[in-house]
């Protein structure tokens, strides 16, 4: 595979989850109609983005329940692999304790759930007009998710916040991958500054593709998200960007620029592991 053509699909998300799963699968089978290969969910795309909503639309993710069996159906359906964004994932320990996660189902084209992909770094936010703690409900992850895509393509997977670690991004380059999907909701106060700032920072120093996207904007909404679904290339070039409104935007990677791309600028290669590691021990406050 030397090229990969993608779609985001920046939907609006509302408070009925039936509407928000056929919203997404119609908005699946128009990409699908355009030529998508691989199709991009954003962060919570079955529920409002918000810890008071998260217990009551989570689900586990298998059979039977109606986000997995709705977005199993979409990926088979149009034969496309889908990361299908995120939802609350509903857990019960082997103490039968329930838990709660911000998970990524990834599909193959047969419909398979091949990967999930639990949020590592729960968002944490305190400013003047934006607080905000995942932590009050949800679990982190504790795995970084590589999912095989073909014959030597692979892609990291991480959502929202976990755009912030680059020791993520860079543990995502030492497995080889291809690119990175981050399905997320920034807010209009961190958007503006931070989240095209951040997609090309990845990009540029794990040289490769990086792909973001997004809720809609609803200005109604207890938690208005940025919008701006992009994608950026090896380069740290924006090759597709949408607007805040609902929008399917696509780009073709072309994967050929990950290796001219890492000839022309060798960072990866001049990397002295030797002096310094991806480890430090910062006193947390
Ligand atoms: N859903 C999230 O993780 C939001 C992250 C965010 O807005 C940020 O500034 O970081």
Redesign the pocket.
């Known amino acids: 595979m030397s090229k990969l053509r993608i779609a985001l699909v920046q939907m609006l998300v509302g408070a009925n989850k039936a509407q928000n799963l056929s919203t997404a699968s119609n908005y699946i089978a128009k990409a699908k109609s355009q030529g998508a290969e691989l199709v991009v969910l954003p ?1 919570c795309f079955n529920c409002p ?1 918000g810890t008071s909503f998260f217990p009551e639309y989570a689900e586990p993710l298998k059979p039977g329940n109606a986000s997995f069996d709705c977005m199993a159906e979409a990926a088979r359906s149009n034969s496309v692999w889908l990361v299908a964004g995120s939802i609350p994932e509903e857990v019960i320990t082997p103490d039968s304790e329930k838990k709660l996660f911000n998970s990524s189902m990834i599909f193959s084209p047969l419909g398979e759930l091949v990967s999930v992909h639990r949020k590592i770094h729960l ?1 944490r ?1 305190n400013t003047e007009t934006v607080k905000f703690d ?1 932590g009050e409900v949800l679990t982190g992850g504790d795995s970084p998710t590589v999912v095989p895509i073909s014959d030597g393509v692979s892609c990291g997977v991480g ?3 976990d755009i ?1 670690f680059p020791q993520l991004a860079l543990e995502y380059v030492r497995q080889g991958t291809s690119f990175l999907v981050y399905p ?4 209009v106060v ?2 503006p500054v ?1 989240w095209e700032l951040l997609a090309k920072a990845r990009a540029v120093d794990s040289q490769q593709f990086v792909v973001l996207c997004s809720p809609a904007r609803d200005e109604s909404a207890s938690y208005v998200a940025w919008g701006h679904s992009m994608v950026v290339d090896p380069w740290g070039t924006a090759i597709a960007e949408a607007g805040v409104g609902e929008e399917v935007i696509f780009a073709t990677l072309d994967l050929s620029t990950i290796a001219s791309t890492r000839q022309k600028v060798p960072v990866l290669k001049g990397t002295r592991t030797d002096l310094y590691a991806m480890e430090w021990n910062l006193a947390r406050k």
């Open positions: 962060e983005y968002f936010i995942e959502i929202c916040f912030r997320g909701a920034f807010n961190t958007g931070h």
